[in-house]
C-alpha cells in the first residue's frame, strides 16, 4: 500500500517563528502537490513540484522536492496567523493515481 | 477561485433521507473525483470519474452513487442517510485520467439529523 506520512500531525506556533512541516513516503511520485485548506473550505493549491532536488519559492513558504522524489519539505518563515490552515501534501505515482496525506494541522498565534 | 463549483453550500436532512450533490468541473477537465472529509479528519477518497466512466474507487458506501453526465457535471448520491455521513464532501477535477493536479472546490457541508 502506498502512503504518504505527513509530520507533524498538528502545530501550534507563535507569529513571527519559523516552521517546516514534512511529507515522506517510501514510493517515487511523478509530481507532489501542497495544498493549504482553511477550515470549511476547499484545499487551494500551492504548489506543484516535478524534478528531484526542486526547490520552490512563494513569499515566506520554500517547497522543496527530495532528490529521489521520494519526500518533500515545507518551510515557513515568519508565520503569521494568516497562515493558519490544514496543510495537505498529495504525491501523483505516475500511474495515474493520486494519493493524499493526512495533513499538517497549523495553528499560528498572534 | 479553482474553477469547479459544487452546489449546495450547505444541506440539512434528516436520517434515511437521500440526497443528491453536483459538481463541474474546471473548463476542459475530463476526470471528476469525490472526497468525504468529516470533523477534523484528512481527505477521503470516495470515486472517480473520466470522460463519463467510472475510473477508480475508494471507500466508497454501497449506499452512495455517483455518475458523470455527458456535459461531464457529475452527481454524487447519499441514500439511507446516516449521522455519521454528516461531513464535508469535495470535489476536485483534474485534465487527465489521473495523476494529474487536481482543484478542488469549495465543498458541500451536510449536516444529518
Known amino acids: 500500500t502506498q502512503l504518504l506520512e505527513q509530520s507533524p500531525q498538528f502545530l501550534s506556533i507563535q507569529e513571527g517563528e519559523n516552521l517546516t512541516v514534512y511529507c515522506n513516503s517510501s514510493s517515487v511520485f511523478s509530481s507532489l502537490q501542497w495544498y493549504r485548506q482553511e477550515p470549511g473550505e476547499g484545499p487551494v493549491l500551492l504548489v506543484t513540484v516535478v524534478t528531484g532536488g526542486e526547490v520552490k519559492k512563494l513569499k515566506r513558504l520554500t517547497f522543496q522536492f527530495g532528490d529521489a522524489r521520494k519526500d518533500s519539505s515545507l518551510h515557513i518563515t515568519a508565520a503569521q496567523p494568516g497562515d493558519t490552515g490544514l496543510y495537505l501534501c498529495?504525491?501523483?505515482?505516475?500511474?495515474?493515481?493520486?494519493?493524499f496525506g493526512a495533513g499538517t494541522r497549523l495553528f499560528v498565534k498572534a | 477561485d479553482s474553477g469547479v463549483t459544487q452546489t449546495p453550500k450547505h444541506l440539512i436532512t434528516a436520517t434515511g433521507q437521500r440526497v443528491t450533490l453536483r459538481c463541474s468541473p474546471r473548463s476542459g477537465d475530463l476526470s471528476v473525483y469525490w472526497y468525504q472529509q468529516s470533523l477534523d479528519q484528512g481527505l477521503q477518497f470516495l470515486i472517480q470519474?473520466?470522460?463519463?466512466?467510472?475510473?477508480a474507487k475508494g471507500n466508497i458506501l454501497e449506499r452512495f452513487s455517483a455518475q458523470q453526465f455527458p456535459d461531464l457535471h457529475s452527481e454524487l448520491n447519499l441514500s439511507s442517510l446516516e449521522l455519521g455521513d454528516s461531513a464535508l464532501y469535495f470535489c476536485?477535477?483534474?485534465?487527465?485520467?489521473?495523476?494529474?493536479?487536481?482543484?478542488f472546490g469549495p465543498g458541500t457541508r451536510l449536516l444529518v439529523l
Open positions: 498529495a504525491g501523483d505515482t505516475g500511474g495515474f493515481k493520486t494519493i
Open positions: 470519474y473520466y470522460n463519463g466512466e467510472e475510473r
Open positions: 476536485a477535477s483534474s485534465s487527465g485520467a489521473g495523476g494529474e493536479t487536481q482543484y
